[in-house]
């Protein structure tokens, strides 16, 4: 099967956060790497990352550019701003 360019980028967002989120650093290091890793790759745009065990977010972003996941106790808010087009 022939994979589309929305799974080829999601994979690779998902392999950042992981490669980042077993960096050992602390929650805002994490998100730092994150966004630089995704802001500096060829799925363009600009990008944001929140990383920790509690938060709360209200956003805008680009369709089909948003992970949510959860990793030992750490939560990973990913995502392309909307402007960003």
Excluded at 12 to 26: A, I, P, Q, T, Y
Excluded at 59 to 77: I, P, Q, R, T, Y
Aim: with cysteine.
């Amino acid at each position: 099967k022939q994979k589309t360019a929305y799974e080829i980028h999601r994979r690779l967002e998902f392999r950042r956060v992981l490669d980042s989120l077993w960096s050992g650093k602390v929650e805002k290091d994490i998100a730092t790497l994150v966004k630089r890793a995704m802001d500096a790759s060829e799925v363009g745009g600009t990008w944001h990352c929140v990383v920790g065990q509690d938060f709360g977010a209200s956003l805008c972003f680009d369709n089909k550019h948003l992970m949510f996941l959860k990793a030992d106790e750490k939560h990973v808010l990913l995502f392309r701003s909307y402007d960003s087009l």
